[in-house]
């Protein structure tokens, strides 16, 4: 449920990040804010730098900005930058820019290269209590941590670099309570897709969504990681989750997180990042962890998804201002209202993306691959999120895994889950992905496709089906 939560005096965990970063007030909500870190890839970087050099000014703090190439790299084994033409050259201008400005890029198959939104919170770039941006909308990703990020456009991103500060407007405080334990096989993938289906793709619209309650403190930082990445989905710029005890664990001796004495300090201060008793927020709705089953989506947005046991709905049944875009998503989608999604063959399984390409997922997808083989027909890849987490797999094995299952092993990069690399699922073919948008053509001009939690995904890899990752065997 949701309601209004009457103003008092205590501050929100945005109130006290927002507060210590501001500049100068503007007026009327306004505020000129310091920008803490600063994430370039290979899309949003090159047409951001070149707006700063084509204006004759300089990077302001280039010791604050990090790149790496992610987005239009191929994850084909052997790659190199040439391997997609149109990305390599992206690549060039990536690496000729940052050189220019003195901006640390971590190269393609560097120690470091990856998704950004997985190897910044790896590489402690993103800490509690920073602001955070990149010109990717799931930036957001990085509140796991405690941090207050965002997505930016190509114009923010260049005024940034410039002045490592953006004019901004204060958000809405929105909280998300989910108390209770989660059940077996429910992931934060399977919460953020039931938190979308009850609160719609437009509940947080201009706000800042702050997770908090039993079930969210019990989950780890890499779960964290992924409720927050799909915050955007639900309409809000940003997402983030108070950092505890797990989150400092967590950080501790990681490349750019403070260290010896310095990192004591930190944490002293980081303590403070919570949320006061009293304080205000605009709107607040709380869950039932233990309601939340593995979920799946049906349509094409992450908000039109359902629990894996229950039928596909029927617009007919559904508000009338929902009817319309209920059916065209379902003939999108090939699918029949009132049916089960279970049983429903795939052609494709993806595992990757910055929802769900750290090691924790891909152990939970190698826990289900060592089960069985990849069905007739299906198309199977695990895509790492970084180099760091591929070397993690390899190191435990989990890549012979894979592939002794009949997965195909990739290397780091974002590939089918924006199919801006090339790499997608054919026209007309069904996905199980578990990447974080099934919008029309996300995945390919016409493809299908289903989100999903790791286990779900491989379960249905191996059955050649959608599957009740509880019942799998």
């Given at each position: 449920?949701?309601?209004?939560?009457?103003?008092?005096?205590?501050?929100?965990?945005v109130d006290k990040i927002w507060a210590q970063h501001v500049i100068r007030d503007l007026g009327d909500g306004w505020a000129l804010i310091h920008i803490d870190r600063h994430i370039l890839h290979d899309?949003?970087?090159?047409?951001?730098?070149?707006?700063?050099?084509?204006?004759?000014?300089?990077?302001?703090?280039?010791?604050?900005?990090?790149?790496?190439?992610?987005?239009?790299?191929?994850?084909?084994?052997?790659?190199?930058?040439?391997?997609?033409?149109?990305?390599?050259?992206?690549?060039?201008?990536?690496?000729?820019?940052?050189?220019?400005?003195?901006?640390?890029?971590?190269?393609?198959?560097?120690?470091?290269?990856?998704?950004?939104?997985?190897?910044?919170?790896?590489?402690?770039?993103?800490?509690?209590?920073?602001?955070?941006?990149?010109?990717?909308?799931?930036?957001?990703?990085?509140?796991?941590?405690?941090?207050?990020?965002?997505?930016?456009?190509?114009?923010?991103?260049?005024?940034?670099?410039?002045?490592?500060?953006?004019?901004?407007?204060?958000?809405?405080?929105?909280?998300?309570?989910?108390?209770?334990?989660?059940?077996?096989?429910?992931?934060?993938?399977?919460?953020?897709?039931?938190?979308?289906?009850?609160?719609?793709?437009?509940?947080?619209?201009?706000?800042?969504?702050?997770?908090?309650?039993?079930?969210?403190?019990?989950?780890?930082?890499?779960?964290?990681?992924?409720?927050?990445?799909?915050?955007?989905?639900?309409?809000?710029?940003?997402?983030?989750?108070?950092?505890?005890?797990?989150?400092?664990?967590?950080?501790?001796?990681?490349?750019?997180?403070?260290?010896?004495?310095?990192?004591?300090?930190?944490?002293?201060?980081?303590?403070?990042?919570?949320?006061?008793?009293?304080?205000?927020?605009?709107?607040?709705?709380?869950?039932?962890?233990?309601?939340?089953?593995?979920?799946?989506?049906?349509?094409?947005?992450?908000?039109?998804?359902?629990?894996?046991?229950?039928?596909?709905?029927?617009?007919?049944?559904?508000?009338?201002?929902?009817?319309?875009?209920?059916?065209?998503?379902?003939?999108?989608?090939?699918?029949?209202?009132?049916?089960?999604?279970?049983?429903?063959?795939?052609?494709?399984?993806?595992?990757?993306?910055?929802?769900?390409?750290?090691?924790?997922?891909?152990?939970?997808?190698?826990?289900?691959?060592?089960?069985?083989?990849?069905?007739?027909?299906?198309?199977?890849?695990?895509?790492?999120?970084?180099?760091?987490?591929?070397?993690?797999?390899?190191?435990?094995?989990?890549?012979r895994v894979f592939r002794e299952a009949g997965f195909a092993w990739r290397e780091p990069g974002c590939a089918m889950c924006v199919a801006a690399n090339g790499e997608q699922v054919p026209p007309g073919?069904?996905?199980?992905?578990?990447?974080?948008?099934?919008?029309?053509?996300?995945?390919?001009?016409?493809?299908?496709?289903h989100l999903a939690s790791p286990a779900t995904a491989a379960a249905a890899a191996l059955a050649g089906r959608i599957v009740d990752v509880r019942t799998h065997s």
């Amino acid at each position: 449920m949701t309601a209004a939560v009457m103003p008092s005096s205590g501050q929100s965990l945005v109130d006290k990040i927002w507060a210590q970063h501001v500049i100068r007030d503007l007026g009327d909500g306004w505020a000129l804010i310091h920008i803490d870190r600063h994430i370039l890839h290979d899309l949003s970087g090159p047409p951001a730098l070149g707006k700063v050099q084509a204006a004759g000014r300089r990077v302001s703090m280039p010791g604050l900005t990090f790149a790496t190439p992610d987005h239009a790299v191929s994850s084909r084994p052997g790659r190199t930058a040439a391997s997609f033409p149109p990305g390599g050259r992206l690549i060039e201008a990536l690496r000729d820019l940052t050189a220019h400005a003195g901006i640390r890029l971590f190269d393609l198959d560097e120690d470091g290269q990856g998704i950004v939104h997985v190897t910044a919170p790896e590489l402690a770039i993103s800490l509690p209590g920073l602001t955070v941006i990149c010109g990717d909308s799931h930036t957001c990703t990085h509140g796991g941590l405690g941090a207050l990020a965002f997505g930016v456009g190509t114009s923010e991103s260049a005024h940034a670099l410039a002045t490592q500060t953006l004019r901004m407007q204060k958000p809405r405080r929105m909280r998300v309570l989910v108390e209770g334990r989660l059940g077996a096989h429910v992931t934060a993938k399977d919460l953020a897709l039931h938190l979308m289906r009850r609160l719609g793709s437009a509940a947080g619209v201009g706000h800042t969504v702050e997770y908090a309650g039993s079930a969210v403190r019990a989950l780890g930082v890499e779960a964290r990681l992924t409720l927050c990445n799909l915050s955007v989905e639900m309409g809000a710029r940003s997402g983030l989750i108070a950092p505890d005890d797990t989150v400092f664990g967590w950080l501790a001796g990681r490349d750019y997180a403070p260290k010896g004495g310095d990192f004591d300090q930190a944490v002293a201060v980081w303590r403070d990042l919570a949320s006061d008793e009293d304080a205000v927020f605009d709107r607040e709705a709380v869950f039932d962890a233990a309601e939340v089953a593995p979920t799946i989506s049906w349509g094409t947005s992450p908000d039109q998804s359902i629990a894996i046991d229950e039928a596909v709905p029927d617009p007919d049944r559904a508000p009338a201002t929902s009817r319309e875009g209920m059916r065209a998503a379902l003939d999108y989608m090939g699918l029949e209202a009132g049916r089960p999604l279970i049983g429903t063959p795939v052609d494709w399984v993806f595992v990757g993306s910055c929802a769900n390409a750290r090691i924790e997922d891909l152990r939970a997808a190698a826990a289900i691959a060592r089960t069985g083989r990849v069905a007739p027909g299906v198309t199977a890849w695990v895509v790492p999120g970084s180099v760091r987490v591929k070397r993690a797999a390899e190191a435990e094995g989990l890549d012979r895994v894979f592939r002794e299952a009949g997965f195909a092993w990739r290397e780091p990069g974002c590939a089918m889950c924006v199919a801006a690399n090339g790499e997608q699922v054919p026209p007309g073919a069904r996905s199980v992905s578990t990447s974080n948008r099934n919008f029309v053509g996300r995945q390919g001009p016409r493809a299908r496709t289903h989100l999903a939690s790791p286990a779900t995904a491989a379960a249905a890899a191996l059955a050649g089906r959608i599957v009740d990752v509880r019942t799998h065997s």
